[in-house]
């Protein structure tokens, strides 16, 4: 509106309507995008379990005892398990995604968004399988 | 939201974030915290972690991939606040300390892996 717009005798009604705060519990598909965004809480918090957990070994062999038994606890156990869910939310939506955050062409074929998520979901596996032996095996 | 230049590399750190941890960070957690706590595999053992540290590269990957989860996870939790919770005047605050947050953790990452305990242990 310019200053010139002139007189009304009116207030303009407002078109806006106060969006609740909890707007997002009125759908599944509101949810699950929520349920996805919060994942971001629980990524934090998976990368300050593992900074304790070496920190624990910067500690020595004993504090690396302890504090292994400390994640065995039930309520820690429990809190790791909600943790690790979510990071598992993380990583599958995060995959699905991709299709739509990259557009992959093999000369002028597109590839297609099934195959590119496939490529994300080998890439996860074959990741964890050799991060698994590396670890077990100690390299 | 108000666009700023940072906006882009913001992103994408994001991105880069959250691809490095939906890659690594289930199965390090699995490995490592949950299933030696059920009891379905050993926890690992001191020598062969610290061994498996001794090499700069995994420092550095790690490093890497904590300050980049952190930087994700600011960013993603940043918008879920401002489109699921609306506090949109609390913007700066939330911003400082969703950021903030991700600065220290990975400092406090930097500082773990990269400088030396008293007694030559990792």
Redesign the interface.
Known sequence: MTSHSGYTLHHPQWLRRR?S?WW?LSRWRYFKF?LR?????F??A??????L???A?????DA??AF?SW??RPP??AA??V??FF??I??IT??NLAPK?MKVRLGNIPVPPALIAAGHYF??LV??LA??W???T?? | MRRTPIEPILWSLF?AG??L??????????????A????W?P??G?A??????SHPLARLF?IA??AL??V??????R??LY????IKHLNELVNILCYG??LA?SV??IF??FTR?A?P??
């Open positions: 969006v705060t997002w929520i965004e919060i994942t971001s809480v990524v934090a998976a990368v300050v379990l593992l900074l957990y070496v920190a070994l910067r500690r020595g062999p690396l005892i292994q994640l065995s820690i156990l790791s398990a943790v690790f990071t598992l993380h990583s995060w995959f955050a890439a996860w990741i964890s991060l698994a590396i670890i077990l100690g390299g | 991105s959250g691809m941890s939906a890659l690594f960070i289930p199965v390090l957690l699995f490995i490592l915290v949950l030696p706590a059920l009891g595999l926890a690992p001191y062969q972690l610290t061994s498996l540290l790690l991939l904590c989860a952190l994700h996870a600011a960013h993603r939790f918008y879920t489109d699921g919770l609306q947050g991700a953790g406090w990452a773990l892996l305990v007694e242990r990792l």
